[in-house]
Every structure is written in structure tokens, then in C-alpha cells.
């Protein structure tokens, strides 16, 4: 199984229109985030949870909320999505505690996300 | 079909060659690199880590390179094969910063 999983892997939507992706891990790390993914700009970071009580933003969380509802899920919110949210969105995980790795993230598979 | 890296740079090697996949980085603080690969429909898989305490460092296959005084990191790839092709990213931790700060990726192209 998967140690990081996203729901849906795929999903089109309207404008205007709430959105919920999650995340789910297994791999029992403390820190979660979410980036999104578009052609040719790499990963830019939306939101990241160091821990359940610790939500902060990252370059781009306008139009995006987040709730870390546990230890190991974190989802994140359009609240009224818009066409050029239109992108992929990928979920990762890394280990605050692990001495000698500093904060390696580890991806789930991701979710296309179309707004029409 | 997967739209991540349309406009990218792209590597194209012949099968069995050595691959070299390189990363300009913009932090002269960063203190810590890693390459992703990143399979279409998948996500970044991680590759291969180093500090800035070191100037190289050698996995399976895969070599990082490091050269803090020019901000050059790259990838060796030794004898790439198919299931090698796949866009590749790097990422810098700007030293006291938590976030990792990705580069804009190179889509590698194993040629049969």
C-alpha cells in the first residue's frame, strides 16, 4: 500500500463551485504539505502543518484553505474554485525527528484537478 | 494524457549512455539538495539527497555533484535506461527556512 494516498485522483468541477482534496499517510510523519503543479513552473507550495496545532501558509494560499484533522490527514479547501486552479495538486509528508535527513519529503501520486 | 512539463528543457540520451542533469540554485545559504524524479501520472520520487558539507555523493547509478561556488548542483545518471525517462527536479533548503524551494525541472528522453 501506498504510504502517502490522495482522494479523488481526478476530478472536474465548475466554477464557483467547493472543493475538498485529501491526504492520507502511513508513514507516521508530523510534518504534512500541499503543493500544486503546473506547466513548466515546478511545485509551489500552498500550505504546509508542521503539526495538528500548526497550519501556516506557503507562496500561494490565496484562494485555499487547509484543515489538519489528525496526525496523518490534511486536506486542503477551494472554497469557490476558479478556473485557474486548474492544475495538479500533490500532497507530501517528511519526518521532523529523523536526525541526519533534513526534512525529505516524500509525495503521494497527486490530483488533477479541472475547473471549467 | 500528463501536461506537467510541456515547456520544459528537455535531455535526450541514447539508451546505455551516461546522463548528466544539471540545477542552478538560487540561495548561497542553502545548506541541503535533493533530486526528484517524477514518472508521468506519478508523483516526485525521491532520488538522492547531500549537505553542503559535501561536494559529492554516489547512489545506485546516480552521482549528486555539488559546486556551492558557482550554485551548481547536477545529476549523473551512469548507463540510463528506459525506465529512466521522466522529469527530473531538484530542491534547495534555503538554511533556516523549512520550506524546499523546487527548480523548474528537466524532462529526461531515454532513446531505445
Known amino acids: 500500500d501506498a504510504d502517502v494516498t490522495q482522494t479523488p485522483r481526478n476530478r472536474i468541477t465548475k466554477t464557483g463551485k467547493r472543493i475538498m482534496l485529501e491526504c492520507s499517510q502511513t508513514?507516521?510523519?508530523?510534518?504534512m504539505y500541499w503543493y500544486r503543479q503546473d506547466p513548466g513552473l515546478g511545485l509551489r507550495l500552498i500550505y504546509y502543518s508542521f503539526d495538528v496545532k500548526d497550519i501556516n501558509k506557503g507562496e500561494i494560499s490565496d484562494g485555499y484553505s487547509v484543515s489538519r484533522q489528525a496526525q496523518a490527514k490534511f486536506s486542503l479547501s477551494l472554497e469557490s474554485a476558479i478556473p485557474n486552479q486548474t492544475a495538479l495538486y500533490f500532497c507530501?509528508?517528511?519526518?521532523?525527528?529523523?536526525?541526519?535527513?533534513?526534512?525529505?519529503?516524500?509525495f503521494g501520486p497527486g490530483t488533477r484537478l479541472t475547473v471549467l | 494524457g500528463e501536461s506537467v512539463g510541456l515547456h520544459l528543457p528537455t535531455l535526450s540520451v541514447q539508451e546505455g549512455d551516461n546522463s548528466i542533469i544539471n540545477c542552478a540554485y538560487s540561495n548561497s545559504a542553502s545548506d541541503y539538495f535533493i533530486w526528484y524524479k517524477q514518472e508521468s501520472g506519478k508523483g516526485p520520487q525521491f532520488i538522492i539527497d547531500i549537505r553542503s558539507n559535501m561536494d559529492k555523493r554516489q547512489g545506485q547509478r546516480v552521482t549528486v555533484l555539488l559546486n556551492k561556488t558557482v550554485k551548481h548542483l547536477s545529476l549523473q545518471i551512469a548507463a540510463t535506461q528506459p525506465g529512466d525517462s521522466a522529469v527530473y527536479f531538484c530542491?534547495?533548503?534555503?538554511?533556516?527556512?523549512?520550506?524546499?524551494?523546487f527548480g523548474s525541472g528537466t524532462r529526461l528522453l531515454v532513446r531505445p
Open positions: 507530501a509528508t517528511s519526518d521532523s525527528s529523523w536526525t541526519g535527513s533534513t526534512d525529505t519529503q516524500y
Open positions: 530542491a534547495e533548503y534555503p538554511g533556516s527556512s523549512y520550506k524546499l524551494i
Open positions: 508513514k507516521g510523519h508530523d510534518r
